[in-house]
């Protein structure tokens, strides 16, 4: 180029330091050989454009051409590292080093250049001779399109949103440094496009020009940096490794000038002359060599000319078959079909394709294509051309000469109807004592239902090649489909060392340790490598079912409900498995509503399923539907349904039945451990609980692993026996199960009974959200929340199981008894009606109805319920309590007391019956007021702690300690705001307190609350009668229901001698 270009370029870059002009300027200094002034100007343009990659191979070009290729890497580095992804930085450094003959560094950039470019044919033929080039042929003749003109990429918007910048300085590395290469990792993806051959010193691969391109070995010898430390990782070095640097000048060294005499220099050369004629005479007398020996030489460079002819073009053949020959093709595709994935016959047929370009008529390279196209067609997905194809090479003249097994299998895959069945008769009568033929043997024996002869083929090609891939796969199928898991998984085990992504062979072993319940998080991290666009549909399908199983019993239900879902559209023949899993994930989630319709689906689609109709039975019994599954699977001769109905005859108590039932569940004379347990709990409850310890004690000490059922089972039996801290521990095992429910609920059940509600929460909320149909868990957790005086609570939980299990009496019980203690007496009322619909005879039922009879003003219907559930439970405590207070109502106090006196013989720990007892004779109560404060505040429920505190207010008002008194009579309408007593002993203390009107308020509401309570009545006419003769009147009534109501009442005579005074005070006139 013309000097003045160069001047105008440096006329515009001082004008404009920022132009991108400088990478202009210093392409036509590289180019003039003016390198130095090149990187001066790079390195100043770089500044202002850090993101410029032809600045950064320019700077690098023009350090090469001043021999320092170790900074010019640097620069290449950061060429490569403002965008990985663009093909621009690699074909740019490419064209340097191409250039530069440097093809060793060169190579693996052209390969990643060509995996970001695969469409560019330029760039691949380019590839292509820089490798023959590096083998010895001549350079690369082709320049890409892409060099000619290469785009420079648009710079990314500064901070301060102008396109480039001043503030990013170009930062030097230290020298002597051994820079990090990046086209290291331009190596290990370009790997993957182009296989390397293996370095060897012997066989069909040269010794030298073909070895990895990758660093390392004898052509990058190690290096390490003066001063460097030993804990510092070893760096690689970079692809300009093979450029030396150029020699440092050490400067110029001045000749010494030695004084000769002009006499003496004649005098050398005539001495010199003399001597040089007498030389060229003797040669003019004498032939020279080449001219005694010029017809040998002649032949002998005509023979060296073909020999080097011969060498370039094996080497051009080597180069274009990428280092191999026929023997390295064929063993390559046996490997591949070894694997015997898709992946491994599409590999195989890539081989088989170049060793056919080898040797068309190979007789081995076309048994292998049959083999390949048939298997892939057949098995792996493959296309009908693949079928065509297959039976194109199975045609030819040859076809089985090399591997008739394979040919045998291979006519068998391709041919279709009449003519596949007399192809696989062929195998099963076939002589051939090779492991392919015994594997496809076995392979259709066992369709058959030959599992004798199937297993015999099966060993006997693994003796033959005990890396058949095929034959260990399908020998482990065998196993599991045949319950033995454990064998399965070894022989799974051994077909994974030799094809680790095999489809069969992942599935296979995900599904037996899905069986055996081992190590499923690593199974379901195998099944989520295979890819589903390298599967045959019926393998997608089987993915998914596999890995929603994996899922749901690696915790994740929500996600295995997707995917089984998803999978479930379209399953075809796997339609049935799918709702199975589907329901058994479902129920695992909790949502057992759910689970049951997708089994009723299941059991619809194979109606003699054992599996089905397990699984559809377990969610029965998880629903609380025993009597359901009795009666549907009543005529049902399997093992699995006697076990389930002999648990349903369990939870209803009939043992007889249960041990009937159990009884068919016997395999030569033993029991399932399911059924042992169920019988242990049958032996404890016919008096033998000692007996049952020890059975269990053993059972779940023999069990291979943790058995929840057989720890509740247990946990029961100790909780029988009173040993509470090892029913606890029982309790707590089972409820580590992610699929237990009924440990957890157990576990709530006994703290709430113990006296600790609110620990009992979180298990019984751990309980309802494995089985959100459990009603066992529902009803508990009801109750610990009216324990915990939470109403609202306790009646979300009711409601839900009532709305779950609306032929439950007990959870229409407890929507009615969280709707009273909220006041809410209608409600709580038609919600009592419909349990005594279900079930009139339930003791706690009448009781609540004389609750609600009594709120209703109907103290006769009130004591009819209390008749009622004192017959059906004749020494229940709490009956008693309340019997004991309708006495109060009624003023009759000797029978109040008898009552109270019961409740407390009945239950030592009854808080009701001494309560009862102290609020009697509030005088008499002293000595109990602490023992009733403390029970205030530690009573495990909450109606007790509110009895207790109106006790002890009652005590506390009578022996003059008012604010004690108030404190307590607060906190018992703190917990039971609807408790008729808490707000009459809170009016008592108002009034004692002088603070008439809040006082009346009160005792009206304690009025209210219950209407046929005689003290209540009293209480408030007192207090009327205390006001003026305006209030007179509404005392009068008071009194009056007061005597109608409570006609044995103590205070009867005292009423009576008011009532003629006050009749007049309230009929006169104002």
């Known amino acids: 180029m013309p000097e003045s270009l160069v001047e105008r370029y440096e006329q515009l870059l001082a004008t404009d330091p920022t132009s991108t002009l400088f990478v202009e300027l210093a392409r036509v200094l590289v180019e003039e050989g003016e390198n130095a002034r090149a990187a ?118 500064r901070a301060n949103g102008t396109p480039t910048g001043s503030n990013a300085a170009v930062r030097p590395t230290r020298t002597g440094s051994t820079p990090p290469p990046p086209p290291l990792e331009a190596l290990a993806e370009a790997a993957g496009f182009t296989p390397l051959p293996e370095r060897k010193g012997s066989g069909s691969f040269p010794t030298a020009g073909d070895g990895p391109t990758v660093p390392g070995g004898p052509d990058y010898p190690a290096s390490a940096e003066p001063g460097a430390t030993n804990g510092e990782p070893p760096t690689e070095p970079s692809l300009l490794a093979d450029v030396p640097d150029a020699p440092v000048p050490t400067g110029s060294v001045p000749a010494v000038k030695r004084p000769f005499s002009t006499g003496t220099t004649q005098a050398i050369a005539k001495e010199y002359e003399k001597a040089l004629r007498a030389k060229v005479a003797e040669k003019a007398q004498k032939k020279s060599w080449l001219q005694v020996h010029a017809l040998k030489l002649a032949i002998g460079t005509v023979t060296l000319v073909a020999l080097v002819a011969g060498a370039l073009v094996y080497r051009h053949t080597r180069t274009v078959n990428q280092g191999r020959n026929l023997s390295d093709a064929l063993s390559s595709a046996r490997k591949a079909l070894a694997l015997d994935t898709a992946g491994g016959d599409r590999a195989a047929l890539d081989s088989l394709a170049q060793a056919i370009r080898m040797e068309e008529d190979s007789t081995e390279a076309w048994d292998l294509t049959a083999y390949a196209r048939a298997v892939l067609a057949d098995e792996h997905g493959g296309t009908a051309q693949d079928r065509t194809q297959a039976a194109t090479a199975l045609a030819r003249p040859k076809a089985g000469a090399s591997h008739p097994g394979l040919v045998l299998l291979a006519r068998a895959m391709t041919a279709e109807g009449a003519e596949r069945d007399a192809a696989r008769k062929a195998i ?14 076995g392979r259709l024996l066992l369709a058959k239902g030959d599992a004798k002869g199937a297993v015999l083929h ?108 998803e999978g479930a559209t379209g399953a075809g023949k796997r339609a049935f498995d799918f709702q199975v899993a589907l329901g058994d994930a479902l129920r695992a989630s909790g949502d057992l509503t759910a689970a049951q319709k997708s089994l009723e689906t299941a059991v619809k689609q194979k109606p003699k399923s054992e599996e089905a109709k397990e699984a559809l039975g377990r969610v029965l019994l998880g629903r609380d539907r025993e009597r359901e599954l009795l009666q549907r699977f009543a005529d049902d001769s399997g093992r699995r349904m006697a ?147 939470k109403p609202a609570e306790s009646l979300a939980q009711a409601e839900a199981w009532a709305s779950e299990n609306p032929s439950s009496a007990t959870a229409h019980k407890d929507v009615a008894l969280a709707l009273a203690q909220q006041g809410k007496w209608k409600e709580s009322e038609a919600a009592l009606g419909r349990a005594l619909k279900i079930d009139a005879q339930d003791p706690e039922s009448q009781r609540l109805k004389a609750t609600l009879m009594f709120a209703r003003g109907d103290g006769r219907a009130g004591f009819a319920a209390l008749q009622k559930a004192n017959s059906l439970a004749p020494k229940d405590s709490e009956v008693f309590c309340a019997i004991g207070r309708a006495f109060v109502r009624q003023g009759n106090v000797p029978q109040a007391q008898k009552a109270y006196e019961a409740a407390s013989r009945e239950d030592a720990s009854s808080v009701c019956g001494l309560a009862g007892e102290v609020l009697l004779k509030p005088a008499a109560g002293k000595p109990q007021l602490s023992k009733l404060q403390g029970l205030s505040s530690g009573a495990p429920r909450a109606s007790d702690r509110a009895l207790a505190a109106v006790a002890a207010s009652r005590v506390a008002l009578v022996n003059g300690r008012v604010q004690e008194a108030k404190h307590s009579a607060d906190l018992a309408v703190e917990l039971q705001p609807f408790l008729s007593d808490a707000a009459l002993a809170q009016g008592l203390v108002l009034r004692k307190l002088r603070d008439e009107t809040k006082a009346r308020e009160l005792l009206i509401k304690a009025v209210q609350l219950d209407p046929a309570d005689g003290p209540a009545r009293l209480a408030l006419a007192d207090a009327y009668a205390a006001g003026g003769d305006t209030d007179a009147k509404r005392a009068y009534e008071e009194y009056v229901n007061f005597t109608r109501l409570a006609p044995k009442s103590p205070e009867m005579n005292r009423v009576k001698k008011l009532l003629p005074a006050l009749k007049k005070r309230a009929t006169r006139p104002p």
């Open 458 to 565: 099966f060993k006997r090609a693994l003796e033959l090649n005990a890396g058949n891939v095929r034959a260990l796969v399908a020998l482990g199928d065998y196993y599991r489909e045949a319950g033995d898991d454990a064998a399965a998984l070894n022989v799974y085990g051994t077909a994974e060392q030799l094809s680790p992504d095999h489809p069969g062979r992942v599935l296979g072993e995900a599904e037996s340790r899905l069986a055996l319940e081992q190590d499923l998080t690593q199974a379901l991290a195998a099944v989520d490598k295979l890819s589903p666009e390298t599967l045959t549909p019926d393998m997608v399908a089987r993915r998914a079912l596999d890995r929603g199983r994996l899922l749901s019993a690696n915790g994740a239900h929500d996600q295995a409900v997707k995917v089984l879902t």
């Open 643 to 789: 076990l389930l109905r002999g648990i349903a005859w369990g939870r209803l108590k009939d043992w007889k039945k249960a041990r009937a039932e159990l009884a068919k569940t016997t395999v030569s004379g033993k029991y399932p451990i399911e059924a042992v347990a169920w019988l242990a709990l049958a032996d404890a409850a016919e008096g033998e609980p000692d007996k049952a310890q020890t059975v269990l004690e053993k059972t779940l000490g023999a069990a291979k692993r943790p058995r929840a059922d057989v720890a509740v089972a247990l946990g029961k039996v100790y909780w029988q026996r009173g040993i509470i801290d090892r029913a606890k521990a029982q309790f707590e095992g089972a409820s580590r199960d992610p699929r237990d429910y009924e440990g957890a609920c157990a576990l709530g059940r006994l703290l709430w009974t113990s006296g600790s509600p609110e620990r009992a929460v979180e298990p019984l909320q751990l309980s309802i959200q494995r089985n959100r149909s459990h009603g066992e868990s529902r009803h508990a957790l009801s109750r610990v929340y009216l324990a915990l005086a």
């Open 40 to 157: 001066e100007v790079c390195q100043q343009g770089l500044v202002h454009h850090p993101d410029s990659i032809h600045g950064y191979v320019l700077w690098g070009k023009a350090l090469i051409g001043l021999g320092r290729p170790a900074e010019a890497m640097e620069q290449f580095d950061k060429a490569v590292a403002v965008d990985r992804q663009d093909p621009l930085a690699y074909h740019l450094i490419s064209e340097v080093l191409v250039s530069k003959g440097l093809y060793r560094s060169a190579l693996p950039l052209l390969r990643k250049a060509v995996a970001l470019s695969p469409g560019d044919e330029q760039v691949k033929i380019w590839l292509e001779q820089t490798q023959a080039a590096l083998a010895g042929g001549p350079a690369p003749t082709i320049r890409p399109a892409v060099l000619d003109n290469p785009p420079e990429r648009p710079l990314p918007p």
């Open 428 to 441: 099963l009568d076939s002589p051939l004592d090779l492991t392919e033929v015994h594997d496809a043997a």
